[in-house]
């Protein structure tokens, strides 16, 4: 298996996507490409907590309805959240309705508040922590990809949030989020989107430690 499938549009691609239309959107416009907004930081990691156990497509397609019950992941507003909150969420058919998850996002939001005012902004504490290219293959191919469910980054990053006080984010909930945040580019060797991805990540400006608001 090479991983690789070619659409209805002779375009290659990686083949998660199942040619599936709003996975396959989501791939090409979303995942690997890197992000260092802190509120969509903060969805993806929680998003992520909430997918264990479960498939991203089946999180991707209740995204919309997570937002709304999540405040559009703004931590400030779900950092606030209480008892009549959590009832009102495990309420909402159109999330995943796991008391476990819904309490651990609150609980991040708040953590999240913390590493703001540490680091100035969650964008400078995960990218700080990119992994260096000695850590990357030199050929991202199906064989390695599945291989690797989690690297040496993604466990120092999901021991460092555990300790301080982050919730369902070990190794390999961590590794996903670094793949579909940009932190790594893991579009296979042949994927349209592989170039255009690692151009994307030499284009940037790695963020820097905001002042924090005294």
Partial sequence: MT???????????????????DYRR???AEWGRPVTDDFRLFEKICLEGFQSGLSWLTILRKRDSFRAAFAGFDYDKV???????IARCLADPGIVRHRGKIVSTINNARRAQEM????????????????????RPEVMDYQTL???????TSTRISKDLKKRGWTFVGPTTVYAFMQAMGLVNDHLAGCFCQPEVEQLRLDMKRPFAAVPAS
Wanted: with cysteine; hydrophobic share 30%; net charge negative.
């Fill in 26 to 28: 989501y791939h090409d």
């Fill in 3 to 21: 991983g690789i499938i070619i659409g209805e549009d002779g375009r290659s691609r990686c083949a998660w996507h199942g040619n599936l239309e």
């Fill in 116 to 135: 703001r005012r540490e680091f100035g902004s969650l964008a400078h504490y995960f990218w700080s922590h990119e992994p260096p290219p000695g850590e």
């Fill in 79 to 85: 950092a606030a959240f209480g008892d009549d909150d």
């Fill in 146 to 152: 599945i291989a690797n469910p989690t690297t040496p």
